[in-house]
C-alpha cells in the first residue's frame, strides 16, 4: 500500500515538473554556442545574392568558366561520360559523377576569386567558378 502511494506521488511531480518546463519562456541567447569562431561569424554577415543554376560538361574540350557575383547562390551541375570524382578544391568539394548520374554542387559564395573545377582520376580542369565582387548598392 505504501508502494503504491509513493508511486503515485512520483507520477503526480513528474507530470507537474513537465507542465512547469513546458510553460516556462526560453531565452534565445541561452541557446546560441559562444565557442563559434570569428570566421563563422563573419560569413555570416547580410549579403544578398540570386540563385544561379550553371552545369558543366566534362566531356568537352575546353574548360568551361561559370561566372557568379559574391553573395550568389550557385547549383553546378557537372556531366562526365566517364565515371569519376569532381573536385573544386578550393571551396573543399568532392562528389562522384557518372554518365548516368551526374554530380551536383549547391554552393553559397561569399569571396570573390578564380576557383578550378576538376576531375580527380583524369587529372584535369574541366571549368572553372569565377566569382566577382558584390555590386554596390545605390
Do not use: C, W, Y
Not at 38 to 44: G, I, K
Not at 73 to 90: G, T
Not at 92 to 115: I, K, M, N, S, T
Amino acid at each position: 500500500m505504501a508502494a503504491r502511494r509513493l508511486l503515485i506521488l512520483m507520477l503526480v511531480l513528474l507530470g507537474v515538473s513537465t507542465v512547469a518546463a513546458a510553460l516556462v519562456p526560453v531565452d534565445p541567447d541561452a541557446l546560441r554556442d559562444d565557442s563559434t569562431t570569428t570566421s563563422t561569424r563573419t560569413a555570416t554577415r547580410a549579403v544578398t545574392g540570386k540563385l544561379k543554376r550553371a552545369s558543366i560538361d566534362a566531356g568537352k574540350r575546353n574548360a568551361q568558366t561559370v561566372r557568379v557575383r559574391a553573395g550568389d547562390q550557385l547549383q553546378l551541375r557537372v556531366e562526365s561520360p566517364r565515371a569519376d570524382e569532381v573536385e573544386i578544391p578550393a571551396l573543399d568539394q568532392l562528389e562522384d559523377v557518372d554518365p548516368d548520374a551526374p554530380a551536383h554542387f549547391d554552393l553559397l559564395l561569399f569571396h570573390d576569386g578564380r576557383f578550378p573545377v576538376r576531375l580527380v582520376d583524369a587529372d584535369r580542369q574541366i571549368g572553372a567558378i569565377e566569382v566577382a565582387k558584390p555590386r554596390k548598392r545605390k
